[in-house]
């Protein structure tokens, strides 16, 4: 009997005696794998790309590159992936997109050179976006809803310890070299377990059916939303290696002018990429606003804290993971307490304050490096890193269940793959544009100059991030748990 069958019954929900209600644990154990890999393999690669460089050679811009190839094809597909997901089913879905990340685990591992890595980075992504969603997806419908709330409990801490464990575990690996792998280790760490991930995922996940009526997705809208983000990104990363001549701001236009096409081409089509109602609800645009905002930011600055370390301060990489552990604990904490008391009793008013306590951190690493420069080390940065990182954790936890409180039922799947795909564009833009500003003030600046300059940009993204966060609903969706 599969999930569907069940809820023909007319329980509408999984029932004991369902094979998959009884495989419920295991589903989300499998969904967990996924998603730890997908941070896991994230936070490394940020720590491993000093190593990148100096072994593959490259610019400046192919750090940066190493990270948004990632993020950019992760966000194209995450719009995208869900509903195609209806239509040729969401298993098949997530094991394809869980074989994929495993084999391109495989082939950043081998990489050769750059240009290979990047290309499998961009491979990483977007079998990553074909994965996460549907997983979301099938814990929903091996939960019946009395027992959702409590399934979505593991997620906070899982990723809150693997955001911990990461920068430690790539310093590790990176620093003890196993077998000569160096920095390829800590992509070929994704393969076993992605196939034990895939073994579980087929003996476990759900068999639901799927009507191939219900939905459609339009080739041409993802096509021109595909086009405008590449022509964006591009010139944002390239551009102050090249000295910004003038095919930068060319592409910049084109890319405003194909989404301006995009924007037309949904309110013309039957089955537009984006729902267009989303757009009636003040919350949701502030929303956008908020994320856009909140995590330009905080990819940026964990970015540029990174490279000052590595960079600016000679550390290792496993010396770099030490250091980046007071941010990791303290988004752990912060996702916790704000996850499992504030959010649900202060509501958009957490949000306000997570916004303000980043700020505050951002400021605090602002004066602790203008006080000792180079001279600052992991014991001085410690307190400001650890103040940044609760604030993000106090963020990240309430975030998207405040944001789709007033959507619709019809509304909040689309609602959630937007926002979810905003937020690594928001990523992508914060490694691009403010890397882009990091290195350019080296020259002129030393990296501890470069990284006050981030942490002073990071303050007014903070800022905006807060104005926005008055707009949205004053509490979380009931029986959230995207």
Request: a positive charge; glycine letters at 14%; charged letters at 10%.
């Amino acid at each position: 009997m599969t999930a569907s069958d069940s809820r023909s019954k007319g329980a509408g929900v999984p029932v004991a005696d369902d094979p998959a209600y009884r495989r419920r644990w295991l589903v989300l154990t499998v969904v967990l794998v996924a998603d730890v890999m997908d941070l896991v393999d994230s936070t490394i690669a940020n720590l491993a790309g000093p190593s990148i460089r100096a072994d593959l050679g490259g610019g400046q811009s192919s750090l940066q590159w190493v990270l948004a190839a990632y993020t950019l094809a992760f966000s194209i597909g995450l719009i995208t992936s869900g509903r195609i997901g209806d239509i040729v089913g969401r298993r098949r879905m997530f094991l394809a997109g869980m074989a994929g990340f495993t084999l391109a685990s495989v082939a950043c591992g081998l990489a050769p050179g750059i240009t290979f890595l990047v290309l499998a980075r961009v491979a990483q992504g977007l079998c990553g976006a074909v994965m996460i969603p549907q997983g979301f997806a099938m814990v929903k419908v091996s939960f019946p809803p009395s027992e959702i709330q409590k399934a979505f409990i593991p997620f906070g801490p899982a990723l809150g310890l693997s955001s911990v464990i990461a920068p430690v575990l790539g310093g590790v690996l990176i620093t003890a070299d196993v077998g000569g792998t160096g920095w390829r280790s800590v992509f070929l760490i994704n393969v076993p377990v992605g196939v034990l991930g895939l073994l579980l995922g087929r003996h476990c996940l759900p068999q639901a059916r799927e009507t191939v009526s219900a939905v459609r997705v339009d080739p041409v809208g993802i096509l021109l939303l595909t086009v405008a983000s590449a022509l964006a990104i591009y010139p944002l990363v390239q551009g102050r290696e090249a000295g910004w001549p003038a095919w930068t701001f060319g592409m910049l236009a084109a890319a405003a002018l194909v989404f301006v096409l995009f924007v037309v081409r949904e309110r013309a089509s039957s089955h537009p990429v984006v729902e267009s109602s989303l757009f009636g609800h003040r919350g949701f645009r502030g929303g956008l606003l908020v994320i856009a905002a909140f995590f330009t930011a905080v990819s940026g600055v964990m970015l540029t804290v990174n490279l000052f370390f590595q960079l600016g301060l000679g550390y290792r990489p496993f010396d770099a993971g030490i250091a980046m552990i007071p941010m990791a604990v303290g988004i752990s904490v912060g996702a916790g307490v704000s996850g499992g008391y504030l959010g649900p009793r202060f509501g958009r008013r957490v949000l306000l304050l997570g916004t303000a306590v980043s700020a505050a951190g951002s400021l605090w690493l602002w004066a602790t490096i203008d006080a000792d420069g180079l001279r600052a080390g992991t014991a001085a940065l410690a307190p400001s890193l650890a103040c940044l990182g609760t604030g993000m954790g106090l963020v990240f936890a309430p975030l998207f269940d405040i944001i789709i409180a007033d959507l619709g039922e019809h509304e909040v799947g689309t609602g959630s793959g937007v926002l979810n795909a905003v937020q690594q564009y928001a990523a992508t833009v914060g490694v691009a544009v403010l890397g882009t500003v990091f290195f350019g003030a080296v020259p002129a600046h030393g990296f501890d100059g470069a990284t006050k300059t981030v942490a002073l940009l990071s303050i007014g993204a903070f800022a905006a991030a807060a104005l926005g966060v008055t707009t949205l609903p004053r509490h979380a969706r009931a029986g959230g748990g995207h």
